[in-house]
Structures are given as C-alpha cells and as structure tokens.
C-alpha cells in the first residue's frame, strides 16, 4: 500500500521542513590551498553542497571550523569561522552536521553570537522546534495586511512615522547621530512581546554600553540580542545575523508581534560581498556582487507580516549613509524593499535636538492608512510648517523676513519651536494623547501664539 503524500499546510511549513540537516557524511578531504579567510579542500567534490559545515583537524585536540561557499571541479572553498591560522597543506578536513538552533522563552534577556550561546560559552535552554537559519519568507499570498500601529515612545514615530505590526523600514544614518540609542528607545518603548536585536559589525566596546545604558534593565526584560563585531570574520557576521532572524520567526510563528531591529544591514552587505568574492563572484556595482542585492531582499523580505494563524515581525534596518549619500548602493537598494524610511540628520544632532529625525524627508508607507482623515489632516499641516521654517530658516536668522509678508510662513514661525519640542519627545504616552499634543500645538490660543519676528531659540 502506498504512503499518502505530505501535504503542507503552507509553502513556509515546505520550506522550514525541507531545511532539516542531512546527516554527516564520513568523507574526508585534504586541504590544498589557506587564504586570509578561507581554504581550498580536494576530494570532497561529490560528496558536499554549498552551505555544509567542514571541520579542518589542525591537531588532535583543535579543529577549526568553516562553510562551504563555492564548488568547482576539483576542490571546494570553504569560508572559515576563525582565522585560518595553524591550517597547513595536507591537512584533513570533513563534513560535520550543522545542528540548527532551538530558540526558546529562555533566549530573552540573554546577549547570544552566532551559535547562540552567552558570552561565557553557555547554551540557554533550548526549545522543542528548530530555526533554520535560511527559510524562506510566508507565500506572499497568504501574507496578512499590515497591522495595527505599534507603539514605540518615540513621539516623531508614533506620529509622524508610524510602524505598523509587520512593516519593515530603515533607519538611515552616518556615524554619531544617535542611531543606536535611536534603536534602544524602540526596544524600551515598544509594546512588542519580544524585540530581537542584532548588531552586526558593531565596535566590540560599545556592545556593553548599549546593554547596560542604552537598553538597562528594563530593555532587556523582553530582549534577546545577537552580537558579531566588527573583528568577527564575515562569514560569522553573516551566521550571526541569520540566527537572529530565525530566532524572530520562532517568535513570530509562537502567535507574539516581534520587534526585529537590525544594526546595520551596510554591515550586513560589506559581509556578504567579503564571502561572494571569495567564492569568485565578479564584483559589479561599486565592488558589489550581483548576488548582493539578492541577499539584501531575501533577508528583509522574511520580516514582515506572517500568516493568518501567526505574528508578525515588524522590522527596523539601520543603513550606514557615509557623508548622507542616499545615493550609494546599500541605501538604494534597500529603499526600494523597505516600507518607509526614516533619515537621521546631522545639522539636526549638532544642534542638540534627539532623535535627529528629519521629518520631511521620512516616509512611512503605512500612511496615510495608518491614521484617522482627522490625523492625516494634523500631520500633512504639521509637516508642511516644519518644511517652511526650514527652507526659509536662513532668511529668518538673517533677519531678512518681516512678519506679515506670508502668513503661512508666519504661523510656521510661531509653532515650530512646540513642533521641534514635540518631535524630541521619548515616553511612554500612547498614540492619542500624542495627536491632542500635536493638535493643540497646531491650534494655539491666539494669546499664546509668540510675535513672529524672531527665529526660535536654538535654532
């Protein structure tokens, strides 16, 4: 009699069955070739596929692990997880299993790195099912719609900028302008049940700091964090990263809303062109591989909305913008995945207003369905008063402008030193105390509205 066939409720549940580890071979391969990076390996052609995990046996009691990430005929190139050092000519390498890892409720509060385990080398404890580290995304049909608005603390998001459950948007920045501490308030201030933090290519001693000051206790309570730095070899930042998204669609798939913030996915992509390159990649876009952009989508396209009977998760990339170039490659190509994007200003930072968020050139694609007619109204006014002071603010200082001569410039004048205030705000109010702040500031008791002839303090 034969076995009925498998029938899988979801393409997702094909794709997370399908990627279960095939067992270990007992092949062996000799090493033929050490780089920087990574090493050559004869005798194995036949017998391995890309993303299996070899072992080099440098001496009885070390072995040095890598990832396969190139055949051709002959020998394969394997992406080591540590520096090559040691490795010699003719050493012996094999296939090992690569034991996918079991996210559990005992994850959170725990700083993990690319195998998921504590800085002391420790396992928490696992769960029952796996994460496979490369899954692919819910079929986009049976997707949900975005859902409602998460509520962050951050003023300028709930607000202007709204993040619905399942959105995905990126957090453009240069160096210094408060993007981490950004990315700490959202993990603080948000209702999410669980937010998942990944910094990848961070500076080694500014990961305590953002456990301890930027995120303190309180943040951590519902955070795991995922850490690789900057001196970790890319193929491990790459792992690194993937685990934290796996371990967001653990989560999502146990019914809770995931907060997945990404730090930073430039980092991300300079680790992903370190690997393909090395896998003999042509370099195309400014040093890029074409397969860059494809691991850009695949990862941000598995955060998202999931299905009916599901979370969801609702991701924040950061983007590195050297000297604000939204222009260079990482930032287009990311802008065009992503569902909004959220600029950080420098000129905003240097004057001493945080978040440096500059809301005229922030877009949320979740508007204007995110908000009321009545909201919607507040906020393209709002914005409209922002971007006439702005445009007109050197005239202004210079003391070009008479009042009188444009009311709508006037009236931009005597709210925009409330509406900069507002923006600045980090606390836990929710969304509808947040539009009667911002209404009564856009509609002030005339005895309360200030003379119009002077730029506001501070700007």
């Given amino acids: 009699m034969q076995s009925s066939p498998t029938v899988f ?15 270990a071979k007992s092949v062996w391969g000799k090493v033929c070739q050490v780089d920087a990076q990574s090493i050559r390996i004869a005798g194995l052609t036949g017998s391995i596929c890309l993303g299996d995990l070899i072992a080099v046996t440098v001496r009885e009691d070390l072995k040095l692990k890598g990832e ?14 540590g520096n090559p050092f040691g490795i010699r000519i003719g050493q012996r390498a094999h296939i090992i299993e690569d034991v996918l890892p079991h996210p559990s409720e005992d994850w959170i509060g725990h700083v993990l790195n690319h195998a998921g385990q504590t800085i002391e080398g420790q396992l928490p404890l696992s769960g029952s099912s796996p994460a496979p580290l490369r899954a692919k995304p819910p079929a986009a049909v049976l997707r949900k719609a975005l859902g409602q ?7 300028a998001i709930d607000t202007f900028l709204p993040l619905c459950q399942g959105q995905r948007v990126g957090l453009f920045a240069g160096s210094g302008v408060g993007k981490s501490t950004l990315l700490g308030s959202l993990a603080k201030g948000s209702n999410a049940d669980v937010n998942i933090v990944a910094l ?40 690194t990263a993937l685990l934290a998204m796996a371990t967001a669609e653990y989560f999502r798939d146990q019914g809770k809303q995931v907060l997945f913030l990404f730090d930073s996915i430039t980092r991300y992509a300079e680790a992903h062109r370190d690997v393909a390159l090395t896998a003999g990649e042509v370099p195309s876009l400014r040093a890029y591989p074409p397969s860059t952009f494809g691991a850009l989508a695949s990862l941000c396209e598995r955060a998202g909305p999931g299905i009916d009977s599901t979370g969801d998760i609702t991701g924040v990339f ?38 440096a968020i500059n809301i005229p050139r922030s877009i949320s694609r979740s508007l204007p369905d995110a908000a009321s007619e009545d909201e919607n109204k507040d906020l ?43 923006v600045s705000e980090i606390e836990p109010a929710n969304i509808e105390v947040n539009f009667t702040k911002l209404k009564k500031i856009l509609n002030p008791s005339t005895e309360n509205i200030p003379a119009p002839t002077q730029a506001p303090a501070g700007s």
């Avoid at 939204?326 to 992503?338: H, K, N």
């Avoid at 603010?393 to 925009?416: C, E, F, H, N, R």
Wanted: net charge negative; no cysteine.
């Fill in 9 to 23: 409720r979801t393409e997702f549940e094909r794709n997370v069955i399908e990627a279960t580890p095939r067992p």
């Fill in 68 to 81: 396969i990430i190139s055949l051709q005929d002959g020998f394969s190139v394997a992406m080591m997880h």
């Fill in 149 to 155: 608005r998460l509520q962050t603390g951050v003023t």
């Fill in 200 to 239: 990848i290519g961070e500076r080694g001693r500014e990961v305590r700091s953002f456990v301890e000051k930027t995120l303190g206790p309180d943040g951590m309570k519902k955070t795991i964090l995922f850490v690789a730095t900057s001196d970790e070899l890319s193929a491990l930042k790459l792992r």
């Fill in 318 to 355: 950061s983007v590195l913008v050297a000297g604000s170039n939204m222009e260079e490659p990482i930032a287009d190509m990311v802008r065009g995945i992503l569902d909004g994007h959220i600029i950080l200003d420098r000129e905003i930072a240097e004057r001493g207003r945080y978040p």
């Fill in 380 to 422: 393209q006014q709002a914005r409209k008063f922002i971007r006439l002071f702005e445009e007109s603010q050197t005239m202004i200082q210079a003391g070009l402008y008479v009042a009188g001569t444009d009311p709508a410039l006037d009236k931009a004048i005597s709210v925009y030193p409330a509406l900069d205030a507002f």
